[in-house]
């Protein structure tokens, strides 16, 4: 039963980031932006992700405890980032590794970082890395799963936040992947946060 639950689950995470990717491409993919405290984003994530990365033995190090850091944000998306770059991380990490995760406020925008022990990425695959259906491991016995499409839709989540991402790696060093969106402090009144952006809008598709 735990195997089925586990398979209905791929299928349908596969099935959802299908569907996204049809909305980024057809710039209908949409992002409601309202004031988020990210400690909440992150700490859910971890709480959802827990039981996978005790079965690896993997640690946590969450550095934004009692950090209120707010930004102006699509909550469901944000969590949808987060999600996609932990579970790479959990799924790509070797028996008893760390995840750190940390964050920087800038005048305007906050970057957050997801760092793991991980098997990292060697340097000519790091250009293409959020390309739709682009596996670093490509092979025909690649021991992990997924079809190459959560960075990709992590890429254009983020863009639709006026924001970046990025990542820093090193083959059998472990990667660094990092996004940074605006702070909520830096925009107008609360009362007007209700705005819906499209991918059409900010072209990420």
Known sequence: LRIV???????S???????DTSKIESGKFEVKLERVNMQDVISKVIDSLQHSSDEMNITFENKLANKLLLVFADKRRMIQVVTNLIGNAIKFMPQGGVITIGASEGSKKVAFTIADSGIGISNDKLDKIFDKFYQADSS????????????????????????????????????????????????????????????SECGCN
């Open 5 to 11: 639950e586990s398979e209905v689950d791929d299928l």
């Open 140 to 199: 025909g016995t690649r021991k992990f799963g997924g079809c190459g499409l959560g960075l990709s839709i992590s890429k254009s989540i983020i863009e639709l936040h006026n924001g970046r991402i990025w990542v820093e790696s090193e083959e059998g060093k472990g990667s660094r992947f990092s996004f940074e969106i605006e702070k909520f402090s830096n925009v107008a009144d609360e009362k007007e946060q209700t705005p819906i952006k499209t991918c």
């Open 13 to 19: 995470n596969l099935i959802a980031e299908l569907v």
